[in-house]
């Protein structure tokens, strides 16, 4: 995805995230307290997000290992905002819904985290 259309995603509202019933996007504190965090999901992939705005994700090693950096930032609609350095760029927006903690991307996909 271009950055541009990364950047303008970036300003839409929570409320028009594909949200299910129980959703509930992370709070101010949370988005603030991500920096250092590391989120692994049922596919065995990983995502970390460094106190320096540095974004990486694992692959597992049965969906072929490697790992693709880049930088991230929170938007102002508080979904995470990803610049890869090969050039793709995404918004991702974390929620809890009951126990479970769900990253959901722009397209609607939903991963829930382990």
């Known amino acids: 995805m271009p950055l541009f259309l990364c950047l303008m995603a970036s300003h839409a509202l929570a409320g028009e995230w594909p ?14 307290a991500l920096p250092g965090q590391s989120f692994r999901f049922f596919d065995g992939g990983e995502s970390l997000y460094g106190s320096d705005g540095v974004y990486s994700y694992t692959y597992a090693p049965e969906n072929g290992g ?5 930088t991230y930032r929170i ?5 995470i905002c ?3 350095a090969n050039g793709f760029a995404r918004c991702d927006l974390y ?4 126990s479970r903690v769900i ?3 722009e397209k609607g996909e939903r991963f829930p985290v382990r």
């Open 19 to 32: 949200l299910k019933p129980g959703d509930t996007p992370f709070a101010q504190n949370e988005l603030e």
């Open 66 to 70: 490697g790992t693709a950096w880049g």
């Open 75 to 79: 938007a102002a609609d508080g979904s």
């Open 82 to 84: 990803v610049d890869f």
């Open 95 to 98: 929620v809890r819904n009951g």
């Open 103 to 105: 990253l959901i991307t």
